[in-house]
């Protein structure tokens, strides 16, 4: 039985890699910015220019050509919500470092407030490889005080492959403290994260407000905007109840265009707090936070994950684009056994 299941799960590998897609980088001369293609149609850009706060992958298409990422603050769309400037992409930060903020930062922040506030410079991309099957992308940077004191040094690896209707990205990311001991406070606002085009945010008719860790309000209006989205966790949860859940993967998935589109996060089994609880708000903030356990729990939990000098964590993830079709949770089943056996 062991056997028949090793041989199943080596022969979806291989069928896996005989569907795969070439990967290709082109750097590009005008900003720090490295386009990543796939069978040679535009899939996304490693961005990392001195006017963002952090690095980002920009926008994200699916295999079919849709881009599934919000266009603000880059790149204003019709009908677009225009809230949270900080949410751009597709990033992996924190609200809460050392008591700085680096999740919240953004061009909208008063310079007056700035040094409440952490940034991810220093971004040196460290090496990228094209392959039949697979590329990678690597980058180190520099988790900064405001005085340029550096907090934790980044080192992350980026997977990208792609199939006729997928695009797949593994993310392996370790922060390793350098002069002081770090502490990640128990908060809401983290970890991997990207913010959606309209038509996967959830249809609501409600208008919200939210306040970050140093008390600025954001107001999200209801959306009007031909919303279709959905979640649904390996769990079973679904829409709003997602939120707050623990789920080991957590799928979005609606229409745009009249096809059938889909973005899921994988988590790791060797992650902090597998399985993850699940950041995923109704207006198109889609978001994995394995450190924020009090908050979720509603006190029940603690982390509180604190790094000596020197010392390191890794956060692994995968997200899995689809189009013309939404995997079912057989297939997500599959992809987070497959994703486990990763180092």
């Known amino acids: 039985m062991n056997k028949y299941l090793i041989l199943s799960f080596c022969g979806l590998s291989l069928q896996l890699n005989a569907q795969t897609k070439r990967v290709s980088f082109q750097p590009q001369k005008n900003g720090k910015q490295i386009d990543v293609s796939i069978d040679g149609k535009f899939f996304s850009s490693f961005l990392y220019p001195d006017s963002l706060e952090k690095p980002i992958l920009y926008p994200l298409q699916s ?31 924190y609200e809460s470092v050392n008591g700085l903020d680096f999740w919240n930062n953004s061009y909208n922040i008063p310079e007056a407030k700035k040094s409440k506030y ?155 707090g597998y399985p993850t609880y699940w950041h995923a708000r109704d207006y198109g903030l889609f978001a994995a936070n394995p450190l924020g356990q009090q908050v979720f729990s509603k006190g029940k939990e603690n982390l509180n994950l604190q790094l000596s000098p020197g010392q390191s964590i890794t956060f692994r993830y995968r997200i899995l684009i689809s189009s013309s079709e939404k995997p079912s949770a057989e297939v997500l089943n599959k992809q987070a056994l497959q994703f486990n056996q990763t180092k």
């Not at 099957?133 to 992350?156: C, F, I, M, P």
Request: charged letters at 25%.
């Open 63 to 93: 295999a079919s050509g849709l881009t599934l990422t919000r266009g603000f603050p880059l790149n204003t769309r019709d009908q677009e919500r225009t809230d949270h400037p900080h949410h751009v992409g597709l990033w992996l930060n």
């Open 118 to 272: 952490g940034w991810i410079r220093g971004v040196q991309v460290t090496g990228y490889k094209s392959g039949n099957h697979q590329g990678e992308l690597s980058y180190t940077a520099n988790w900064e005080r405001q005085d340029r004191r550096v907090l934790l040094k980044e080192n992350t690896r980026f997977v990208f492959s792609g199939t006729g209707n997928t695009r797949t990205i593994d993310r392996i990311t370790t922060l390793t403290a350098v002069q002081d001991t770090v502490k990640f406070k128990d908060v809401k606002d983290g970890m991997i994260a990207l913010r959606v085009t309209k038509e996967l945010e959830m249809p609501s008719n409600q208008t919200a407000e939210f306040t970050d860790s140093q008390g600025n309000r954001t107001k999200v209006s209801a959306s009007g905007n031909g919303a279709n989205g959905d979640y649904l966790t390996s769990e079973g949860k679904k829409g709003n109840d997602a939120w707050g859940t623990r789920a080991n993967w957590c799928l979005l998935a609606g229409v745009k265009d009249q096809q059938e589109v889909s973005i899921a996060i994988i988590d790791h089994s060797k992650n902090p």
